[in-house]
């Protein structure tokens, strides 16, 4: 990994903007809340806050259908707080990475209403994917593809034989990326958010902007959506990960360098192979992508560190950096997905520490500080549109408003007593922030610790590491750091070296769900 820019060995925190701090008192969380808090990221020790969208947006899909790119929608705040937001961030020694959403826009996009009132075959249709029906009477969508949130990916316009594509809710029509138009909006995009100093950008669904062009149909498909992969592992994928799709990073890698200060972008590639992922970060394209596999491995020594093996040699090929990635907005909180409870969370420390040994960077999602696992949402407060398409649960469990302060909801998410978008659970009390700065021992002390180790000895530790694995134990030498974690079910011997840090009781021997950092010279 060549180059010491910011982002290879950063630390990125993600915040989910409706959930993160309300300023206002409405339920929802805002931009000058997001602002207020920037104090107790510091405090934990990022690098830098990835924002998610905050757009002018009717919130079908909670800002990933956006109305309006270049301003703030009056939920969240304005202009002048998203300014105030970068400022300040700036003023603490943060970065900050914004999300972009280029596969879609909203239906309430003006290009989109232009569109549905324009003809067929007209310039305003051809900035979106209108196709004519199949079937006698253009009854049947144009192909078989479906919706990553479940059902049919095209929905006809009125009792036309037109039908329009979208690989997510039907709110959130797919753009055209073979029409020059598009590309160039983005280029402006990018300019208006470069121009008022972001560091980066989270690009939304980096693998899909490119379909086949023929839009035949999907070979073998699965009819169920049981994952948040995006189809990304499927056998044929004509409209994921298409080669056409790099030439729009080579030209948004120039629009970047034009800007001083290593500004970034980071791919949201769902790919089958890691070398197809590694593709989105050669030197001329984006400048990291989300490591999925990361998120997909079990449990098991053997599994991560098969996945460290993959990732390191594929990313070395092409000059680029590794993310290490265990939760965010669409999938189970790793506390959750280690098995839930105490055993859960005492893996997902472990997995954390892990991740924090690691060269490159690491993406955390807010409240993974506090341990917090998800939450079983009552259905009649669900609002993921894979809900209303499908009637499974969805990730509303894992967006869940922070609880800072207090004995009740709503924790000091807003102020008073005015509840949030989603219900709190009850018993969030021991896990506020204000809670867990008392102790300790608590899951948000274990992180200021790690992140405060991981600059002092981790950081700069260069690329090198030698993993080995011994009865699901996993050991993992970088630098003078040495991190031993276990996955099996019996105490095994402690590394040799003086502890750095712990992510539990670990006198004598590693317990199972136990991870360990100690120093050698
Ligand atoms: C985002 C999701 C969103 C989808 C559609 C994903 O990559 O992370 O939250 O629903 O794109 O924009
Ligand atoms: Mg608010």
Same mark, same amino acid.
């Given at each position: 990994?060549?180059g010491?820019?910011?982002?290879?060995?950063?630390?990125?925190?993600?915040?989910?903007?409706?959930?993160?701090?309300?300023?206002?008192?409405?339920?929802?969380?805002?931009?000058?809340?997001?602002?207020? /808090?920037?104090?107790?990221?510091?405090?934990?020790?990022?690098?830098?806050?990835?924002?998610?969208?905050?757009?002018?947006?009717?919130?079908?899909?909670?800002?990933y259908?956006?109305?309006?790119?270049?301003?703030?929608?009056?939920?969240?705040g304005?202009?002048?707080?998203?300014?105030?937001?970068?400022?300040?961030?700036h003023?603490?020694?943060?970065?900050?990475?914004?999300?972009?959403?280029?596969?879609?826009?909203?239906?309430?996009?003006?290009?989109?209403?232009?569109?549905?009132?324009?003809?067929?075959?007209?310039?305003e249709?051809?900035?979106?994917?209108?196709?004519?029906?199949?079937?006698?009477?253009?009854?049947?969508?144009?192909?078989?593809?479906?919706?990553?949130?479940?059902?049919?990916?095209? +929905?006809?316009?009125?009792?036309?034989? &037109?039908?329009?594509?979208?690989?997510?809710?039907?709110? &959130?029509?797919?753009?055209?990326?073979?029409?020059?138009?598009?590309?160039?909006? %983005?280029?402006?995009?990018?300019?208006?958010?470069?121009?008022?100093?972001?560091?980066?950008?989270?690009?939304?669904?980096?693998?899909?902007?490119?379909?086949?062009?023929?839009?035949?149909?999907?070979?073998?498909?699965?009819?169920?959506?049981?994952?948040?992969?995006?189809?990304?592992?499927?056998?044929?994928?004509?409209?994921?990960?298409?080669?056409?799709?790099?030439?729009?990073?080579?030209?948004?890698?120039?629009?970047?360098?034009?800007?001083?200060?290593?500004?970034?972008?980071?791919?949201?590639?769902?790919?089958?192979?890691?070398?197809?992922?590694?593709?989105?970060?050669?030197?001329?394209?984006?400048?990291?992508?989300?490591? %999925?596999?990361?998120?997909?491995?079990?449990w098991?020594?053997?599994?991560?560190?098969?996945?460290?093996?993959?990732?390191l040699?594929?990313?070395?090929?092409?000059?680029?950096?590794p993310?290490w990635?265990?939760?965010?907005?669409?999938?189970?909180?790793?506390?959750?997905?280690?098995?839930?409870?105490?055993?859960? /969370?005492?893996?997902?420390?472990?997995?954390?520490?892990?991740?924090?040994?690691?060269?490159?960077?690491?993406?955390?999602?807010?409240?993974?500080e506090?341990?917090?696992?998800d939450?079983?949402?009552?259905?009649?407060?669900?609002?993921?549109?894979?809900?209303? /398409?499908?009637?499974?649960?969805?990730?509303?469990?894992?967006?869940?408003?922070?609880?800072?302060?207090?004995?009740?909801?709503?924790?000091?998410?807003?102020?008073?007593?005015?509840?949030?978008?989603?219900?709190?659970?009850?018993?969030?009390?021991?896990l506020?922030?204000?809670?867990?700065?008392?102790?300790?021992?608590?899951?948000?002390?274990?992180?200021?610790?790690?992140?405060?180790?991981?600059?002092?000895?981790?950081?700069?530790?260069?690329?090198?590491?030698?993993?080995?694995?011994?009865?699901?134990?996993?050991?993992?030498?970088?630098?003078?750091?040495?991190?031993?974690?276990?996955?099996g079910?019996?105490?095994?011997?402690?590394?040799?070296?003086?502890?750095?840090?712990?992510?539990?009781?670990?006198?004598?021997?590693?317990?199972?769900? +136990?991870?360990?950092?100690?120093?050698?010279?």
């Open positions: 990994m060549s010491r820019e910011w982002w290879r060995q950063a630390v990125v925190y993600q915040v989910y903007v409706r959930s993160f701090a309300d300023s206002d008192g409405d339920g929802v969380g805002d931009l000058p809340g997001i602002t207020s /808090r920037l104090p107790y990221l510091r405090d934990l020790g990022v690098d830098a806050v990835w924002v998610t969208p905050f757009y002018r947006s009717p919130q079908h899909d909670h800002g259908d956006v109305a309006d790119y270049t301003d703030v929608d009056p939920l969240f304005t202009l002048a707080d998203a300014d105030a937001l970068v400022s300040r961030a003023d603490l020694g943060l970065k900050v990475i914004v999300d972009l959403v280029p596969n879609h826009t909203s239906h309430e996009h003006a290009w989109f209403q232009a569109a549905m009132a324009a003809r067929p075959g007209s310039p249709r051809a900035r979106y994917l209108f196709r004519t029906g199949r079937g006698a009477d253009a009854g049947e969508p144009p192909n078989n593809w479906l919706s990553v949130f479940g059902g049919p990916a095209w +929905t006809r316009v009125g009792d036309t034989d &037109q039908w329009h594509l979208h690989l997510f809710d039907s709110t &959130q029509p797919d753009l055209d990326w073979r029409n020059p138009e598009v590309a160039a909006m %983005f280029a402006d995009v990018l300019r208006f958010w470069l121009d008022r100093d972001v560091d980066g950008f989270r690009v939304d669904v980096a693998h899909g902007l490119l379909k086949e062009e023929s839009l035949r149909d999907q070979r073998g498909q699965r009819t169920e959506v049981d994952h948040f992969e995006m189809g990304g592992l499927a056998e044929d994928a004509p409209m994921w990960d298409q080669p056409e799709v790099h030439e729009v990073y080579r030209q948004w890698h120039r629009i970047l360098a034009e800007y001083a200060g290593d500004r970034m972008a980071v791919a949201e590639a769902w790919t089958s192979t890691v070398e197809a992922n590694a593709a989105y970060v050669r030197p001329d394209e984006l400048h990291q992508a989300f490591n %999925f596999d990361w998120v997909l491995a079990p098991s020594a053997p599994a991560f560190a098969e996945v460290i093996e993959r990732t040699p594929a990313m070395a090929a092409v000059g680029g950096t993310t990635v265990l939760s965010n907005h669409d999938v189970q909180r790793h506390a959750t997905r280690y098995g839930g409870g105490a055993v859960g /969370r005492a893996r997902a420390r472990a997995a954390t520490l892990l991740s924090l040994t690691l060269p490159g960077s690491a993406y955390l999602y807010q409240g993974e506090l341990g917090l696992e939450v079983e949402v009552a259905p009649e407060h669900r609002q993921d549109p894979s809900w209303f /398409r499908t009637g499974q649960p969805g990730r509303d469990g894992c967006r869940v408003p922070m609880p800072w302060s207090g004995d009740r909801p709503p924790y000091g998410f807003g102020p008073g007593t005015g509840q949030p978008w989603i219900p709190q659970p009850d018993d969030w009390a021991p506020t922030v204000a809670a867990q700065e008392a102790d300790p021992a608590s899951t948000l002390a274990f992180y200021r610790r790690a992140l405060a180790l991981r600059r002092e000895w981790l950081r700069d530790a260069g690329d090198d590491v030698t993993l080995t694995v011994l009865d699901d134990v996993l050991t993992v030498r970088r630098g003078q750091v040495t991190l031993a974690v276990n996955c079910s019996r105490a095994a011997p402690l590394p040799a070296g003086e502890t750095l840090l712990a992510t539990g009781p670990a006198d004598g021997g590693l317990p199972p769900d +136990t991870a360990i950092w100690v120093r050698t010279s």
